[in-house]
């Protein structure tokens, strides 16, 4: 069988303040202004995913207790910033994509 269809996403379980796990797919990552930064989406395979909404969830990398987590931008500033960029890169990935018909056998 063709390869072509085969994809496994980058999956990240993420805790929410009141201890709550989800499933999240990882759909874009970029440094920004020194700082690490990822775009995640719910996965369709998380318990939970027809039942919330499916918004884009921006994240920063922080050090903890001497290692590196995902953690909320808290600062409205940087959220901005940040969800703008990520915004236009998705939308400039989705504008250059020419989904074209054509499929290779």
Request: charged share 45%; proline share 2%; aromatic share 10%.
């Amino acid at each position: 069988m063709s390869e072509m269809n085969e994809y496994t996403p980058d999956l990240f379980e993420l805790v929410d303040d009141e201890g709550n796990k989800r499933n999240f797919e990882l759909i874009d990552a970029a440094e920004i202004d020194g700082e690490e930064y990822f775009a995640l989406v719910p996965s369709a395979e998380d318990e939970n995913f027809l039942d919330e909404d499916n918004d884009i969830v921006f994240l920063k990398t922080i050090e903890e207790d001497g290692e590196e987590i995902l953690a909320s931008i808290d600062d409205d500033d940087e959220f901005e910033r940040v969800s703008k960029f990520f915004l236009e890169r998705i939308a400039d990935m989705l504008a250059d994509d020419d989904f074209d018909d054509d499929v290779e056998d």
